[in-house]
Structure formats: structure tokens, C-alpha cells
Nanobody, 116 residues
């Protein structure tokens, strides 16, 4: 079955950096686009970055452009989110996701807290 396991969340000061990882299994990873979402309590989960199957195509939410970088290693079945210049408003639970029509799969999430 599809499994997505996120890691790398932590408490970090404003201006700091983190790299999130998502280890995928149970499906042909190299054949699927992957995405990162985030969610804060009381708000809808929001899409922040997507990467195509080869890594050559990426898209970002405007609020993270220039600060976050999504990448993937198809040999390791892993997708990453490098987050730089973190801001308090980046505080959220971060999820990786894959759409295998008609189902969207999610990991359990990893908490990122940006605070001094």
C-alpha cells in the first residue's frame, strides 16, 4: 500500500532553515508528481509546492517562492522541501502528497514551528 513518511520538522528561529524529507513506498515513485502542503489549525490545507516526475518542473505558492525549494531523488523514492529564511507565518504541519487517480494519499505530517 502507499506510504508517505515525512520527517525533518523542528522548532527554528525566524530566518533559519530546515529541510523536510518524505520517504515514499508502495507505488512507482518515479512515475508520479509529488507535492508538499501545509496546514494550520482552523484553516484549510494549502498547496505550497509541486514537482514533476523528473524534477525538471516545479511550481510554488507565491508566499514561498524564492525561499522554498522542492526536489526529488527517484533512486531513493524521496521528495524534499528545503525551507530557507523561515518566517513565523510558515509555522504549520507539513504534509507530502501523491495523487494516484482517483485517490490522493497523505503522510502523517511533520510539525514546523518558527519562533524566537
Amino acid at each position: 500500500q502507499v506510504q508517505l513518511v515525512e520527517s525533518g520538522g523542528d522548532l527554528v528561529q525566524p530566518g533559519g532553515s530546515l529541510r523536510l524529507s518524505c520517504a515514499a513506498s508502495g507505488f512507482p515513485f518515479s512515475g508520479y508528481a509529488m507535492s508538499w502542503y501545509r496546514q494550520v489549525p482552523g484553516k484549510e490545507r494549502e498547496l505550497i509546492a509541486t514537482i514533476g516526475i523528473t524534477g525538471g518542473s516545479t511550481n510554488y505558492q507565491d508566499s514561498v517562492k524564492g525561499r522554498f525549494t522542492i526536489s526529488r531523488d527517484n533512486a531513493k523514492n524521496t521528495v524534499y522541501l528545503q525551507m530557507n529564511n523561515l518566517k513565523p507565518e510558515d509555522t504549520a504541519v507539513y504534509y507530502c502528497s501523491v495523487k494516484r487517480y482517483p485517490v490522493t494519499y497523505w503522510g502523517q505530517g511533520t510539525q514546523v514551528t518558527v519562533s524566537s
